[in-house]
């Protein structure tokens, strides 16, 4: 058998060959030069090596009529985009369950515009994932649709094309992780805004419109960088996670898809009885949240999302000896715990994202309730708080409550799935305290006329100081558990331990759901 490779393989070699970074040089340096990857660069710290299947490599755009064949294989290789299906994280979770469908935007290819063929390319893949229940990860630079695709001479406007539709109807059926970096305008910006998560670099720009289009509406002209910049973008939570540069935005997607792979094998924690002493004494003092959580889960295993959004609430994924698990929890240090209207939405989304992919829930509340006054209303607030009761009554998988001080109000009913008898199992540390409404709050109300009845300003005090800490005996957490309103009070220190074994007493299949949620902001 002849080593010479007949004339049609070589000729397949060379057109693949002009689609890759080595035959496009000048496109390579310009992104480099601005201190950015190229998209199969972005490709392959992303996938496991040797396992991408690439989809529709040779397409170009759709512009025969006016370039030359051969420059559209370099210039628009892939029309703009590389899709394929491969394996990621596959050293830990194995072959079938790292599975994964992937999209990356090439911006060196007509800015990383979507042409005639790109969006084919889209619904292929997006069809795929839809069929096999792959999960995405899409890079997502680019600048939205194309007008330049003179080839096409079949539509007017172009709007019956079906990617944005393929794209969203995967919600909540398979995760979607977006990464962006760069500029991501119009299409692209959808694209991206539809994602379970979202994670940009600090190098990014996200708007539902470009300079172009905002100039051609008559509304002004503005340069990229105006548009939609990070620091806009995270704290109105379109943002989930910010990442250094592309490199770290890879690496944090690999993560946080490995939470909807599967266990991990291998875990360590640190030392539990420090969370006997991470509630202070003064109950009225805050704590920093994320040490609790931070020493109960896993070692390095805790990821949040939003958190510059709705900063009253912190919402993420951690793991418990290496099983994945969503996690809520109140932060003390902004507004005293009090679920805001953000707060509220935030977390009845991350209540969708985790009941729509079987992930546990574990709520750690501390919380004086919702946040009330004239300024909490014109945020909405009745309908946003109002989602997280919706969002809560509907999940199907387990909840487990830990009340580290605070219970009060519906703030912390909304905190433990709606009510302290909804969760799998509701227990507080010693230090809980429960009531209708803040302590402080109640005996100002319940005990006014007796207040006001005292004239000497040092004995009034006296008197509520009294009145609030017989409130504080009557709701503290062993009166609670006794009156059955929680189900245990617990040693901090075995807290991990509780709720393993909470998780581990429920069923593995959940009861089925009549219809699939999608992954909305409910409000």
Known sequence: MSDELRPELVALKERLAR??????????????????????????????????????QLAVAAQRSRRAYEELQTRTAGDGVITGIATVNRDHFGEEKSRTAVV???????????????????????????EWQLPVVMYTEGGGGRPGDTDVTTTIAGLNINSFYTWAKLSGRVPRIAINNGYCFAGNAALFGCADITIATRSSWIGMAGP?????????????????????????????????????????????LGYFQGPLKEWSCT?????RDMVPENRRRAYPVRRVIETLADRDSFV????????????????????PVGLIANDGMFLGGAVDAEGAEKAARFLQLCDAFELPVLSLTDTPGFMVGPDSEKQAAVRRM????????????????????KGYGLGAMAMTGGSFAAP????????????????EGAVRLGFKKELEAVEDEAEREALFESL?????????????????????????ADTRKVILRALASAPEARPPHPKRRTLVDTW
């Open 19 to 56: 689609t890759l970074d080595e035959s496009r040089v000048e496109a390579m340096e310009k992104r480099h030069a601005k201190g950015y990857r190229t998209a199969r660069e972005n490709l392959a710290d992303l996938v496991d090596s040797n396992s991408f299947v690439e989809y529709g």
């Open 104 to 130: 990356v935007y090439d911006y060196s290819v007509l800015a990383g515009t979507q042409g005639f063929y790109h969006h084919k390319k889209l619904d292929r893949i997006f069809e795929l994932a839809d």
């Open 212 to 256: 172009a289009m905002i100039e051609g509406g008559g509304l002004g002209v503005f340069e990229p960088t105006d548009i939609g910049p990070i620091d806009v973008q995270e704290k109105n939570g379109v943002v989930d996670i910010v990442a250094r540069d592309e490199a770290h935005a890879t690496q944090l997607a690999k993560k946080l």
């Open 271 to 275: 030392d539990q009885k420090t969370l």
């Open 304 to 323: 949040e999302l939003r958190r510059a959004y709705g900063r009253t609430v912190v919402t993420g994924l951690i793991r418990l000896e290496g099983k």
């Open 386 to 405: 109002s989602s997280l009761f919706v969002s809560a009554a509907s999940v199907t998988v387990p909840i487990v409550a830990v009340i580290l001080r």
């Open 424 to 439: 799998l199992y509701c227990a507080s540390w010693p230090t809980g305290e429960f009531g209708g409404m803040g302590l």
């Open 468 to 492: 609030v800490a017989n409130a504080y005996e009557i709701g503290k957490a062993t009166e609670a558990a006794t009156h059955l309103e929680i189900d245990a009070v617990i040693d901090p």
